[in-house]
């Protein structure tokens, strides 16, 4: 159990039949009557954000999140197969509980799964990757000062903005969080 006044930033809790982590949290102290903590919650699970206001002796109880470094597999139409490197456990998720956050990662790579009481909810990938281009128009020198873009497609299918001297083959070094070109490798 966790009392409003102990929210932090990043704290899961159960409230209301639901799992939420703590965006934001404010104590205020307003000139007339009781204190209290205003605060922006969201659901883990649905992605949905709500703001909440708590009095700051309420309590709530703490939700506790397991991550687990799994090796995505492959996919076989809506399922997606992970396996666990120390038991070699294998668990199939759909296309829901997936989302696009496969779309930067590589067959065999690892991934962070993270459940709540054992219901699977989403998948992380890892910050950053190297993939390689698999299609771009022809890179050429020039006028570069503006920082102009082209859209090029790596190797997993998902589409980056990347510099026009990218060229097809390279590898790229892409932010996963923000779909961001980083360099090249």
Excluded: W
Aim: glycine letters at 8%; aromatic letters at 10%.
């Amino acid at each position: 159990m966790i009392s409003a006044g102990d929210f932090r930033n990043g704290v899961t809790i159960e409230y209301d039949n639901n799992v939420y982590q703590i965006i934001e949290f404010q104590h205020v102290k307003p000139g007339k009557g009781a204190a209290f903590v205003r605060t922006k919650l969201k659901n883990i699970k649905s992605g949905g954000v709500v703001e909440k206001t708590f009095r700051p002796t309420e309590k709530c109880p703490t939700a506790h999140i397991d991550r687990a470094d799994m090796q995505y597999l492959y996919n076989d139409g809506d399922l997606y197969y992970f396996m666990d490197v120390n038991t070699y456990d294998q668990v199939a998720l759909n296309k829901d509980q997936i989302g696009d956050s496969l779309k930067f990662v590589k067959e065999n790579e690892m991934v962070k799964i993270c459940s709540h009481k054992g219901d699977v909810f989403s998948v992380e990938p890892p910050l950053f990757v190297e993939l390689e281009v698999t299609e771009t128009e022809p890179g050429f020198k020039g006028d570069t000062a503006t920082g102009a873009t082209k859209p090029a497609v790596v190797e997993t299918g998902a589409t980056v903005y990347v510099p026009l001297f990218v060229d097809q083959g390279d590898k790229i070094k892409i932010d996963t969080r923000t779909g961001e070109y980083l360099s090249r490798v």
